[in-house]
């Protein structure tokens, strides 16, 4: 599976973007699809994961209510909706993916497999 990341870019606080993690090979369904946000100088934090099969999403504290997730299984694409973005917000946006994912285990790095090149998110204030 190979794993592409697009869609990030400069916008104000407040703002939304829409993040894709499109993946090759396999059906978005059957793998369970994560993002990992980063800031320079600090470690790779969890942002939200969409488990593989059904609806099961689980996000981060600091998105919650903010972020959305949905899947495009024909484009075997996973977005990730950020809508009132904050400031601290900004950083490199990585998405994973993996099929054997545990609900348990979900938000570790080490969880993953397969991982796309980042997406660099600017939100200004």
């Known amino acids: 599976v190979q794993l592409q990341a697009f869609g990030g870019g400069l916008v104000q606080a407040g703002g939304f973007l829409r993040l894709s993690c499109a993946a090759s090979g396999r059906s978005s369904r059957t793998i369970t699809t994560a993002w990992f946000r980063q800031v320079p100088g600090k470690e790779r934090e969890f942002v939200a994961v969409f488990f593989r099969g059904g609806s099961t999403k689980y996000f981060a504290d600091s998105v919650k209510g903010r972020f959305t997730l949905s899947r495009d299984n024909a484009k075997y694409t996973v977005y990730l909706q950020m809508n009132s973005l904050k400031p601290e917000d900004t950083a490199v946006y990585y998405c994973?993916?993996?099929?054997?994912?545990?609900?348990?285990?979900?938000?570790?790095?080490?969880?993953?497999?397969?991982w796309g090149q980042g997406t660099l998110v600017t939100v200004s204030s």
């Open positions: 994973a993916a993996s099929k054997q994912v545990i609900y348990s285990t979900g938000y570790r790095e080490s969880a993953y497999y397969h």
